[in-house]
């Protein structure tokens, strides 16, 4: 964890999560107790924002400070309101790109992601608030500094972004393997919202029933799958090149 991207002690934390900072993960010490650990845990849950309970040894791993048991990681970048975001990019232009990513794990695959967002004109990128890659140093030197351009938001579900983004007028498309079409054979100059996997099980399946269309990407080697930020960016220059012949 890089230095310049955490706070510790109890009461700074605390203040950082109600300032509204973009707090990705909290960390706490095992058996943590006293009133303003209760009340950092009561922020936690009010805010959505997941905590991990490790041994102190862990703690000072983060940090040799005077940690107090609480350890955070804040987003070098701040994300934007969904809503208001979605609604922003609708007056904007007919024809907006909206990335779902549906618990991508890996700081790297994330960052490389967001630079080939950036490449091919989306958006705003999405995120789960649970079981997502932190945006940390990493992703963002990964991205090549896309990661401070291309609008990120966050939700505690994406199924209802999904419901939001259909009841706005936007297809969902899914790029699964199981899919029986191709790519290449969708519409693809409408309003898209391009919903993609983790790394290891892919678009959860209830996630998946909600999408509009789902499409895959033809394999012919005995590896039947692509690295998620590869099989995105073949995605997302497929959107690009339908939009621009």
Do not use: W
């Not at 990705?24 to 009010?46: D, H, M």
């Not at 899914?174 to 790519?183: F, G």
């Not at 290891?200 to 399946?205: A, D, N, Q, S």
């Amino acid at each position: 964890m890089d230095k310049e991207n955490i706070v510790y002690g109890l009461r700074a934390v605390l203040e950082a999560i109600e300032a509204g900072k973009s707090v990705e993960r909290v960390f706490i010490q095992q058996g943590l107790k006293g009133g303003l650990s209760k009340e950092l845990e009561t922020s936690l849950r009010k805010h959505n924002i997941r905590a991990s309970y490790v041994p102190q040894e862990r703690l000072y791993k983060l940090t040799k400070e005077n940690h107090q048991g609480v350890v955070a990681q804040i987003s070098p970048v701040a994300f934007q309101d969904f809503e208001q975001l979605v609604n922003k990019i609708l007056e904007k232009t007919d024809k907006p790109l909206f990335l779902l990513l549906d618990r991508v794990s890996d700081v790297r695959n994330l960052g490389a992601i967001i630079r080939t967002a950036s490449c091919t004109g989306v958006d705003a990128i999405i995120l789960p608030s649970q079981e997502t890659a932190p945006i940390s140093a990493d992703t963002v030197k990964t991205s090549a500094g896309a990661a401070y351009s291309v609008p990120l938001c966050k939700v505690t579900h994406l199924k209802d972004a999904i419901y939001y983004l259909q009841a706005s007028g936007v297809h969902v498309v899914a790029a699964t393997e199981k899919a029986s079409d191709p790519i290449y054979e969708l519409d693809l100059k409408r309003p898209v919202a391009l919903v993609m996997g983790s790394e290891g099980k892919g678009i959860h399946p209830g996630t998946l029933k909600l999408c509009d269309e789902q499409a895959k990407l033809p394999v012919m080697g005995p590896i039947q799958s692509l690295n998620v930020s590869v099989a995105c960016g073949v995605f997302l220059y497929e959107i690009l090149r339908q939009r621009s012949y």
